[in-house]
């Protein structure tokens, strides 16, 4: 696996398109989502399968498939614009949304844990258990303010994709009005 | 607790090399970001090693993963931003090469 891994972080590296190389991280982060889990950390695993291979690998092979088909005729990049602010703004908050919803699935399954089974599993043998247990007393003040840059995150990347409708639509004059 | 923690620093090291390559030799925003993501995975890695090489036999370390999970988020926020600056700086140069940006060469 961690042969598979450097391999496909060489290819990601060495290869001529951005389509290969995309891929190819794709396949090191499934591989590296395997060592995880080889290593006994499964909650990480299920998150790095989750976050990596399924929504950054969407971001960029959106990215790269829109950036290669898009032509240079102003009409179609008008269009495209618009199309683009929507599914990029939707994507990122997904994104989030994803990120959030996993994290406050270790804090429903530690409370689960407390109530249900009350002293059937002993702490620290469960993973999930554990990483909600850190995450929410310990790291409490992190926990926050990775929420806070998820919500900062999701407007500035709206910001990036409005402003430049807005001027697309400037420059492409009353027609659209 | 099969695999010795050097073989997975190695591993890691092995990766953060890669991603720091391609980060200093490519040219293509994309593949530019893919390396930092790379760079990330190895650092995430690392963390693991050593929280499991910190762990008793009957509990593991869970710091190692806590910490994990916070660089994973960063990546999802760097990965939507960086994309989204990507997009806009194609739609001003019609090109994702990174010797197109010169605006604020002196």
Known sequence: MAAVSVACALGVVVSRSPMQSVLNLLGSFLALAVVYLLMGFQFLATAQVLVYAGAIMVLFLFVVMLLNLTDKEPAQSWLMGLFNGRVLGSLASFLGLAALGMLAAGGATFEAFEGGLDGSHEGGLDPIYSVAEVLFSKYMLPFEAASVLLLATMVGVMLLAKRERGEEDLGQGGGAA | ?106
């Open chain 2, 1 to 106: 607790m099969s695999i010795p923690t050097e073989h997975i620093l190695i591993l890691a090291s092995l990766l953060f090399s890669l991603g720091a390559l391609g980060f200093l030799l490519r040219r293509n925003v994309i593949v530019v970001l893919a390396s930092v993501e790379l760079m990330l995975n190895a650092a995430n890695l690392t963390f693991l090693a050593g929280s499991r090489a910190h762990s008793t036999s009957d509990a593991l370390s869970m710091e190692g993963p806590v910490f994990s999970l916070f660089v994973i988020l960063v990546a999802a926020c760097e990965a939507a931003v960086g994309l989204a600056l990507v997009i806009a700086f194609y739609r001003q140069k019609r090109t994702v090469d990174l010797e197109a940006a010169t605006e604020l060469k002196g």
